[in-house]
């Protein structure tokens, strides 16, 4: 009997510890445009479209934070929540699916991203996009043609840019890190190579007007957005190069002169990618790059 007591408190404790993680999240509002929202608290940044035709949302963050973030909404519309779109499956923009779902959100995504999560025990059963595409989509909602375009093997397998043609607003999700070292899930479908042509896909579908919702950090301009680009570029060109001369992932990970230009191995100590992880990540990219070209 202690042991099941035991075992029941350690289960209260981590459960208590996952719900107070969120407790001092604030959900803050941007105006991007007349009509168009970012929302920022714990994980990716939320798009918002408001007008006659209902809330566009894009992303959601933690399931914890749905109620807060409702209520960030409800400040800028009255309206519930129409369309509800994943840029990829990560919990830190889909983890409130079911329960937008529940409020009527209906899910849209990538072919990928219901694939993704339908594999997961915990998201399988409620919140799965219910609108999928494999490449393009559109919407017409609040008075712009929303265009939604898949880029392969960036992020993850199911990367998705939203683009609202009228107000000029990109949201790139988590192919674009402002100011900070990427993510790049090479473990599900993720690339180097996929992240720089996500990049140089998004730069094409811009101007020097355009107002950018990366996934991560403050909103950018389109000269941030060819900033990451060319970091990346010279990242991967510098660290290929190395691979190829048979330069070993330890030393690569350890070389912090490819990446100090952009970010000293300091400044990104705490961060969630570190100059080291971030060189190792790419190395690793590289290498499954490299055999697929062998094959």
Do not use: C, W
């Amino acid at each position: 009997m202690k042991y099941l007591t035991l075992s029941l408190a350690l289960l209260l404790t981590t459960i208590s510890a996952a719900q107070g993680r969120f407790d001092n999240v604030e959900i803050t509002v941007k105006e991007v445009s007349d009509h168009i929202y970012m929302l920022q608290g714990a994980g990716g940044n939320i798009g918002i479209s408001t007008g006659e035709d209902g809330v566009f949302m894009i992303d959601d963050q933690f399931a914890p934070l749905s109620d807060k973030i409702t209520a960030a909404i409800k400040t800028i519309s009255p309206q519930p929540v129409k369309f509800l779109v994943n840029t990829h499956f990560h919990g830190d923009h889909s983890g409130g699916n079911a329960n937008f779902e529940a409020a009527g959100a209906m899910i849209v995504a990538h072919d990928n991203v219901r694939k993704r999560l339908s594999e997961n025990a915990k998201t399988a059963n409620a919140g799965l996009p219910v609108i999928t595409f494999s490449e393009d989509a559109t919407f017409y909602q609040n008075g712009d043609d929303v265009f939604l375009t898949h880029v392969h093997n960036a992020h993850t397998d199911g990367d998705a840019l939203v683009y609202f043609a009228q107000s000029n607003v990109l949201h790139t999700g988590d192919t674009f890190f402002n100011g900070r070292f990427p993510f790049i899930d090479i473990n599900r479908g993720g690339s180097i190579a996929g992240d720089i042509a996500a990049a140089k896909k998004g730069l094409m579908l811009i101007n020097d007007e355009t107002k950018i919702i990366p996934g991560h950090g403050a909103l950018a301009t389109k000269a941030d957005y060819q900033k990451y680009h060319d970091m990346l570029v010279t990242v991967y060109t510098e660290v290929k190069k190395a691979a190829q001369n048979n330069v070993s992932l330890e030393e690569v990970t350890a070389m912090e002169s490819i990446t100090s230009s952009f970010f000293t191995d300091a400044e990104t100590a705490k961060d969630f990618i570190s100059g080291p992880k971030f060189r190792s990540t790419v190395y690793k990219s590289i290498l499954q790059e490299l055999e697929t070209n062998e094959n």
